[in-house]
C-alpha cells in the first residue's frame, strides 16, 4: 500500500464476516468491519459517494460466495472503482470448518460428513461471466506475484477481483500443497499473463505436441482477464452519466 502513492487516510477497507474480516483492524487506514456478505454493496456506496478514495473489499470464499454471492456478482457488473480481495481457503473457517461454496466436491466436514455433493464455485468463472472487467488469481506464498498482482489491481479503473488461494493451517490445512511445494508446483501452475503466451512445462509441452496443438485464446485488450468496458457511474437512472 504504501508503493501506490496513496495516503492513507484516502484507503477504506470494508470486510464482511469470516476469518478475512479481521483484515482492517491491522491496516492503518480506514476500515469498516460490516454484516454478513453485505461488503461489496457497502463499498459500492462509499466508492460512489467518496470518488476521491481507494475503496478495498476484504472477503472470503464462504462471505462472498454463499450469503454475499448476489452483492458480489452485482459489484462486479456495476463496474464502479472498488477493489475486491477474495481469500479462499475452501472452507468456513469462522464457524469452524463447514464445507464452503469452494470445497472440493467429496469434502468430509462436520456438516457433510458423508462428503460434499456439491459441484464447487470457481470465482474467476463467476467473475467473467458477471463481466467482470479485472478478475485476477495468486497465492498468499508467492509474495512476488501476489505485490504484483494487487499493484495491477489498483491501478485498474473499475471493480477489480483478486482470489487469493490462502491456507486454513486448522480446519484445511494442506488444500493448495500442490502448488506450494517446489516438486509439484511447476506441473500445478499455469502463469496466465496479459498480453504474454502460455507457458508450459517441458513435459505439459512435449505432451501438447504429441497429442494436440494447443490454441491459445486471443489477447484480452484490458489488464484482467475479463471483458473490457468503462468503469461504472454513480448517477441515478435516467441522469447524463460520464465514466470514470
Not at 490454441?215 to 465514466?243: L, Q
Request: proline share 9%.
Amino acid at each position: 500500500m504504501p508503493e501506490l502513492g496513496i495516503a492513507r487516510e484516502n484507503i477504506v477497507f470494508v470486510s464482511g464476516i469470516g476469518y478475512s474480516s479481521r483484515f482492517p483492524y491491522y491496516m492503518n487506514t480506514y476500515g469498516m468491519h460490516s454484516v454478513h456478505g453485505r461488503a461489496p454493496a457497502i463499498a459500492t456506496g462509499l466508492a460512489c459517494a467518496r470518488t476521491d478514495l481507494s475503496v478495498w473489499v476484504v472477503t472470503g470464499d464462504s462471505d462472498a460466495l454463499s450469503i454475499g454471492g448476489n452483492h458480489l456478482i452485482h459489484a462486479l457488473r456495476r463496474n464502479v472503482n472498488l477493489k475486491i480481495r477474495l481469500f479462499n481457503n475452501q472452507i468456513y473457517g469462522l464457524t469452524k470448518g463447514q464445507y464452503s461454496p469452494t470445497s472440493e466436491q467429496g469434502k468430509v466436514t462436520k456438516s457433510s460428513p458423508m462428503g460434499s455433493l456439491d459441484e464447487p464455485f470457481n470465482p474467476l468463472s463467476l467473475a467473467i461471466g458477471a463481466e467482470a472487467s479485472f478478475a485476477a488469481r495468486t497465492i498468499d506464498s508467492d509474495r512476488g506475484h501476489l505485490t504484483d498482482v494487487l499493484r495491477q489491481t489498483a491501478a485498474h479503473p473499475g471493480t477489480a477481483l483478486v482470489e487469493i488461494y490462502q491456507n486454513c493451517n486448522i480446519f484445511n490445512d494442506g488444500a493448495f500443497d500442490a502448488l506450494k511445494n517446489p516438486a509439484t508446483r511447476d506441473d500445478a501452475l499455469l502463469r496466465l499473463e496479459h498480453g504474454k503466451p502460455y507457458r508450459l512445462t517441458p513435459d505439459a509441452e512435449r505432451l501438447s505436441t504429441t497429442s494436440r496443438t494447443p490454441t491459445p485464446p486471443p489477447p484480452s485488450p484490458s489488464p484482467g482477464y475479463g471483458i473490457p468496458r468503462p468503469s461504472g457511474s454513480c448517477a441515478p437512472y435516467g441522469a447524463p452519466s460520464t465514466t470514470g
